[in-house]
């Protein structure tokens, strides 16, 4: 069975794609685990100084795995904890905090969870199809993953309420416009493009990388 996420290195690239397509990239807690585990090596290795996270097949992601979130309302609340915080939350702080810069290339759907990942990372290079939706407000939740706390940094109060309290669908040219998105692209050059964007942020000095990093955190 093919690995949850696929790690390659292409040059200082480390590449990360969330490998469930027949799934549209649903997201469960062994994925989030094995992608807080994936940024953590390549933010370790030396040779790498960028990442791009990206989805294999037609999406980014859909979000959370329904049978996951089926799951998760018959949880004790312990275990609860565990999961969205050890396993989803560690995967988005994870990407958040990643000493080296992380573009995510989104195709397609960026739903949920998913959304909130693509939010985690430094830059978002999204396909002219691409979707941006925190439609958590549908599940009678509230985006836990850090999107209530950066969205409004991106796009203003106004926008991050409308995308949370209605679930607002946003594609790449207005993502773009709204500032949730560096770039917006022919699907077909999405990853060449997500691709020379991550090369040419690892071709910066590393060491003040992180330094800017971690300053614009505080800020």
């Not at 100084?49 to 312990?78: E, N, V, Y």
């Amino acid at each position: 069975q093919d690995p949850p996420v696929l790690v390659t290195r292409v040059g200082a690239v480390g590449v990360l794609t969330l490998n469930r397509p027949q799934a549209r990239n649903a997201l469960t807690p062994e994925l989030m685990d094995q992608l807080r585990h994936a940024v953590k090596t390549l933010d370790d290795d030396d040779a790498i100084k960028a990442l791009l996270l990206t989805g294999a097949g037609t999406a980014f992601s859909a979000g959370a795995d329904i049978s996951f979130m089926d799951r998760l309302r018959r949880m004790p609340q312990q275990q609860i904890k565990d999961q969205v915080y050890d396993s989803f939350q560690g995967a988005t702080r994870a990407l958040r905090l990643c000493a080296k810069p992380v573009v995510a290339a989104v195709n397609g759907a960026a739903f949920g969870a998913g959304c909130e990942l693509a939010v985690a990372c430094d830059f978002r290079i999204a396909g002219n199809s691409a979707v941006f939706c925190e439609n958590w407000i549908e599940m009678g939740a509230i985006p836990p993953l850090g999107g209530l706390f950066l969205l409004p940094r991106l796009i203003g109060l106004e926008r991050a309420s409308d995308m949370v309290m209605r679930a607002t669908r946003i594609d790449g040219p207005r993502a773009v416009e709204i500032d949730l998105a560096t770039l917006s692209v022919d699907d077909a050059d999405l990853h060449q493009t997500a691709m020379n964007f991550a090369k040419d942020l690892a071709s910066k000095p590393g060491a003040a990388m992180a330094a800017v990093k971690q300053g614009l955190r505080r800020s």
